[in-house]
């Protein structure tokens, strides 16, 4: 069985690293898009503090999760060093009791059935400041010691890499679809045919014009993301928890005095790959209030990134009713990094002719 994986973003790299695991051949193309999500994604992995309801989302988010465990044990015994995830914690933070209080209860009732989450405890003022020094001096928190972040970047390489170690391969270009006789075939940029029995489609944010020609009205869009990143020269930040105040802005830190924060959610920016003063000052402002020890911090970069959004917050997973030999993954939106690894396994299930090892029935792509 042969296996073409369109786009190598988190999700992408998963399929093509959990098929290869199967000894299916497999080959990942990826066009590099600039603005590709899982390059600019913070990395935070902690489902369970969301205000975001929706229980079929919810129950992918963590999942996906929880199955970080099992992934970096894969890779690591595949001899991958560097996959960029960290188990820091999470500190949730409001300077409002009331709506501290109900977050600590939201995520009790969360952790009832995911004892990865650890003792999540209340945190005084003084010791949330421990834990992120440049936090204000007011702000009390709730911390999760199993909340983690990761470097997208960083573990898309090391499965793709893992993948091409058990023989995929990898190559850079830009590919089309198109049917013939209800079968779906690869073209790649020169027009040739590349020979696949199945085709999956993780193309992300740019999916759409790829299944437009088949006739699919794939309801996924481009929302712009930017997100600075900092550095505090000669802080050791590796071990700071993500921090999430009750807004949808958030910090968390890296290896190398940087710490990052995000984001603006920036809807009908279409493919508008800028930094914008707008963007830069909102993603600013936000850290700024809440971390005021960030201010004397080196400005190093701001990453953009085009989440896929879809219509709703659900992803879109499984084969495409009406085409033959298509599969779609896409519309992770805010949370791809968290739920693309297990989506990417799912995906992988699906290919290989297997029941997914959980419903994905509430995840059907529309048909054509
Ligand atoms: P992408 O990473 O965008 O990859 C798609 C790939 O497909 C691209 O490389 C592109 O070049 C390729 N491609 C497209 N069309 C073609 C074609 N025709 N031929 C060949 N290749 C093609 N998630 C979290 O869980 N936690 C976070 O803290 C978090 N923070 C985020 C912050 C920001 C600012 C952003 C932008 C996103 C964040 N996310 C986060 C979301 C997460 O990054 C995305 O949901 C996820 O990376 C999407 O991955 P993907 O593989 O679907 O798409």
Redesign the pocket.
Same mark, same amino acid.
Request: charged share 10%; hydrophobic share 40%; glycine share 26%.
């Given at each position: 069985m042969r296996v073409v994986v *369109?786009?190598?973003?988190? #999700?992408? /790299?998963s399929v093509a690293y959990h098929l290869a695991m199967r000894g299916i051949q497999v080959e990942i193309?990826?066009?590099?898009?600039q603005?590709?999500?899982? $390059?600019? &994604?913070?990395?935070?992995?902690c489902p369970w503090a969301t205000k975001a309801t929706d229980p079929e989302w919810y129950a992918l988010y963590a999942a996906?999760a929880r199955y970080y465990g099992d992934l970096v044990e894969g890779l690591t015994r595949r001899g991958e060093v560097e996959i960029g995830y960290g188990r820091v914690g999470a500190l949730v933070v409001s300077e409002d009791r009331k709506e501290l209080e109900a977050a600590e209860q939201r995520i009790h009732a969360r952790i009832a059935t995911a004892p990865e989450a650890g003792d999540v405890r209340r945190v005084s003022a003084a010791d949330a400041k421990r834990l992120f020094p440049p936090l204000r001096d007011d702000l009390d928190g709730v911390y999760i010691p199993g909340g983690a972040r990761v470097n +997208?970047s960083l573990l898309?390489s090391a499965m793709a890499r893992a993948a091409v170690a058990m023989g995929a391969t990898l190559r850079r270009?830009?590919? /089309?679809l198109e049917v013939q006789e209800g079968r779906v075939r690869c073209l790649d940029s020169d027009g040739s045919i590349i020979e696949a029995d199945e085709i999956v489609v993780? %193309? &992300? %944010?740019?999916?759409s014009?790829?299944l437009r020609p088949l006739g699919l009205e794939h309801p996924v869009r481009p929302?712009?993301?930017?997100?600075v990143h900092l550095r505090l020269p000669g802080v050791e930040t590796r071990s700071w928890p993500v921090l999430l105040p009750m807004t949808s802005h958030?910090m #968390?830190a890296f290896d190398d005095s940087r710490v990052v924060i995000?984001?603006?959610r920036e809807d009908n920016s279409g493919f508008d790959y800028r930094v914008t003063a707008g963007g830069q000052a909102e993603v600013l402002n936000a850290g700024l209030a809440i971390a005021p020890g960030l201010a004397s911090g080196t400005i190093i970069e701001t990453? *953009?990134?085009?989440?896929?959004a879809g219509d709703s917050i659900k992803p879109i997973l499984g084969r495409a009713e009406g085409i033959e030999g298509l599969i779609i993954?896409?519309a $992770?939106? %805010? /949370?791809? $990094? /968290?739920? +693309?690894p297990y989506a990417g396994r799912l995906l992988s299930q699906i290919c290989a002719g297997e029941s997914p090892e959980i419903d994905i029935s509430p995840y059907t792509p529309a048909s054509a």
């Open positions: *369109i786009g190598a973003g988190i #999700l992408g /790299s193309v990826d066009e590099g898009h603005g590709k999500a899982t $390059l600019a &994604g913070a990395g935070i992995v996906g +997208g898309a270009d830009h590919v /089309s993780t %193309a &992300g %944010a740019w999916a014009q790829i929302q712009k993301g930017q997100i958030y #968390l995000g984001a603006t990453r *953009i990134g085009f989440r896929p993954g896409n $992770l939106g %805010a /949370s791809g $990094l /968290s739920i +693309g």
